[in-house]
């Protein structure tokens, strides 16, 4: 599928560890990947379920994919699972 920008999915998870200030040090557990075309989300695809944090409540966040050296082309997955 040719897209403008991939996203990846992901779940801010807090750690027992604590950063120099005495902050719990957040970990981020991602999810899947969203796919971003035409100026809007088009599509998600989680390959993990978000889990509630100790208040219920389920957070997710989109991060731009950063490209890896030796992507040729990270836009195009390779087939449309929406067409």
Same mark, same amino acid.
């Given at each position: 599928?040719?897209?403008?920008?991939?996203?990846?999915?992901?779940?801010?998870?807090?750690?027992?560890? *604590?950063?120099?200030?005495? @902050?719990?040090?957040?970990? !981020?557990?991602? &999810?899947?990947?969203?796919?971003? +075309?035409? =100026?809007?989300?088009?599509?998600?695809?989680?390959?993990? *379920?978000?889990?509630?944090? @100790?208040?219920?409540?389920? !957070?997710?966040? &989109?991060?731009?994919?950063?490209? +890896?050296? =030796?992507?040729?082309?990270?836009?195009?997955?390779?087939?449309?699972?929406?067409?």
């Amino acid at each position: 599928m040719k897209v403008d920008k991939l996203f990846d999915v992901v779940q801010p998870k807090e750690t027992d560890k *604590l950063d120099e200030s005495g @902050k719990p040090v957040t970990r !981020w557990q991602n &999810l899947g990947i969203a796919f971003y +075309k035409e =100026g809007k989300i088009t599509g998600i695809k989680l390959e993990a *379920l978000p889990v509630p944090d @100790k208040n219920g409540e389920i !957070w997710i966040r &989109l991060f731009e994919k950063k490209e +890896k050296p =030796g992507m040729a082309n990270p836009g195009d997955s390779g087939g449309d699972p929406w067409s």
